[in-house]
């Protein structure tokens, strides 16, 4: 038979050990308070115009993204690298500007575009597996003439896979 103090201790300690855990698995993105500056650099090609990319390869890298920005020069982006092609989602939490992600195939073919206002949870998904998606401000794409199944060029989509 428990006594209501051992069964407070014992919800106090699930309590405990919850929250570490939660503490734990989402540290990067609660430590991460300022924009994430200091990643790679690419430099890729749509058509003409060239776009100088910050390369998202990590996990924790690629969860922060573009959080926290202000602004962003109009040649810049994200581009966020993944292991393996699958469906890609992403949303706009804590994400200050408006971008247009570029759900983006092996050889640099545009699967689709989708536009994400900012600090929303909606999901923006690939149409179908891909392993690159690039964030750029919103409209740079639309202004530049690029859409479904525009080319982008570059180091990324060199690779035979």
């Known amino acids: 038979m428990l006594l209501k103090s051992d ?3 014992r919800t106090a300690r699930a309590l405990f050990f919850a929250s570490a855990f939660l503490v734990t698995a989402f540290a990067p993105v ?3 308070e300022a924009p994430q500056m200091n990643l790679p650099r690419v430099k890729l090609s749509a058509g003409m115009h060239q776009i100088d990319a910050q390369v998202a390869l990590q996990p924790e890298q690629r969860q922060i993204g ?6 962003m020069p109009a040649s ?5 690298v993944f292991d393996q092609a699958s469906k890609q989602c992403f949303w706009m939490k804590n994400t200050l500007i408006p971008l247009t992600a570029a759900f983006v195939d092996d ?3 545009i699967v689709n575009l989708a536009d994400m206002k900012p600090q929303t949870t909606d999901s923006h998904c690939s149409d179908k597996p891909v392993r690159f998606v690039l964030e750029m401000n919103m409209g740079w794409f639309a202004k530049k003439g690029f859409k479904a ?10 690779k035979a896979r």
């Open 7 to 9: 069964s407070g201790r």
């Open 30 to 32: 609660m430590a991460q």
């Open 66 to 71: 573009l959080m926290f920005r202000t602004e």
């Open 76 to 80: 810049e982006g994200m581009l966020f």
């Open 107 to 109: 050889d640099g073919t």
């Open 149 to 158: 199944w525009s080319k982008l060029k570059g180091p990324p989509f060199n």
